[in-house]
């Protein structure tokens, strides 16, 4: 049977969640070379409500573009990972922006504070989403750091390469941290916020 | 049975056509509040290939997101024009940018210079893809104009919104007198190039 692995980035309407979901598709489609469909869903209740971006990604062409039975879920916001969490296999990878996320429904859960990095080590909240993607090309096989990297280079505004590139540093290094404290500890742990400042 | 109405963007690589997919669905979904999924597909031979972003609308909440028989194609460049046409139903839409799609494979299309009203107006290729929108809000009833210039101004950088409400508006009006030589002639006809720089 065809691998398949479906990936759901989610949160509010400002967190540049659909940026991501097209970042992260190329990198996987055209930079790693799988085969991979992107999807942004509205309905009516859409205006000011909670945003949600799919990635599917398959070693064969993909015939129904939709997550079912979501492999990763990011949820950059406390309303979209209780909402989401229940679709999410119980061998799911869940990662969360701390900052906004307080109730986690899981001790296996990443825990990274995506927004406050953001805001305190760049000055610019709009990157949280570049240092997410860092973060989940650290702790999923299914992306490269390679095809993220160049994959970001191609999307972002010209004159904000460093910013970006250093971003995506940024969550990989972070990410990197919270896997060793759920190696060492045996559950990933919120990292603290001197770590995280001096963390690269 | 529900309403389903598929529209398929498709082009080469750098016309903005996942833009212009997520614009179109963000004004069908967000601003005229109907349920849309919006999909990119990458496979293997992404890389340099030819673009296609596709906008699934319907009355009810979508169950399989990508397009299997298509209600409007738009083709941007020879190539998706000649591999999709295929799959537009009969009584389909296709509208093509003529200055790209010499071949034009039924006497129905309506044949617009997006990149050259582009060019020649606005000095900016890059509106092509605006313009295209405009004309499609003008030729299909399934997204008003209003929902797409709201959703156009929301997306489009801070300082190019009168240059992209006059993209639309100039789409718009190309696809009126095309629409008008169509319902007169009984086929639409390419507009002749004075036409299309005093159209507005």
Same mark, same amino acid.
């Given at each position: 049977?065809?691998?398949?692995?479906?990936?759901?980035?989610?949160?509010?309407?400002?967190?540049?969640?659909?940026?991501?979901?097209?970042?992260?598709? !190329?990198?996987?489609?055209?930079?790693?070379?799988?085969?991979?469909?992107?999807?942004?869903?509205y309905g009516p209740e859409a205006r000011g409500g909670s945003s949600?971006?799919?990635?599917?990604?398959?070693?064969?062409?993909?015939?129904?573009?939709?997550?079912?039975?979501?492999?990763?879920?990011?949820?950059?916001?406390?309303?979209?990972?209780? !909402?989401?969490?229940?679709?999410?296999?119980?061998?799911?990878?869940?990662?969360?922006?701390?900052?906004?996320?307080?109730?986690?429904?899981?001790?296996?859960?990443?825990?990274?504070?995506?927004?406050?990095?953001?805001? !305190?080590?760049?000055?610019?909240?709009?990157? $949280?989403?570049?240092? $997410?993607?860092?973060?989940?090309?650290?702790?999923?096989?299914?992306?490269?750091?390679?095809?993220?990297?160049?994959?970001?280079? $191609?999307?972002?505004?010209?004159?904000?390469?460093?910013?970006?590139?250093?971003?995506?540093?940024?969550?990989?290094?972070?990410?990197?941290? $919270?896997? !060793?404290?759920?190696?060492?500890?045996?559950?990933?742990?919120?990292?603290?916020?001197?770590?995280?400042?001096?963390?690269?």
């Amino acid at each position: 049977m065809a691998y398949r692995y479906e990936i759901r980035l989610s949160g509010s309407g400002g967190q540049g969640l659909i940026l991501m979901g097209i970042i992260l598709a !190329e990198a996987i489609g055209i930079y790693d070379g799988k085969y991979v469909a992107q999807t942004q869903s509205y309905g009516p209740e859409a205006r000011g409500g909670s945003s949600k971006s799919e990635v599917i990604v398959s070693d064969e062409e993909i015939d129904y573009p939709k997550a079912m039975s979501v492999d990763l879920l990011l949820a950059m916001n406390q309303k979209s990972c209780d !909402e989401f969490y229940p679709d999410l296999k119980p061998e799911g990878l869940l990662i969360v922006d701390s900052t906004f996320v307080i109730q986690v429904p899981t001790p296996k859960a990443f825990q990274i504070s995506f927004t406050r990095i953001a805001r !305190e080590k760049f000055k610019r909240e709009v990157v $949280a989403n570049i240092i $997410a993607l860092g973060a989940l090309s650290q702790l999923t096989p299914v992306v490269s750091a390679k095809a993220i990297e160049s994959a970001v280079l $191609a999307r972002v505004p010209k004159g904000t390469e460093k910013l970006n590139r250093d971003a995506l540093r940024a969550g990989r290094s972070a990410a990197k941290k $919270a896997k !060793e404290a759920w190696m060492t500890l045996g559950a990933p742990l919120e990292i603290p916020k001197e770590d995280l400042l001096d963390s690269y």
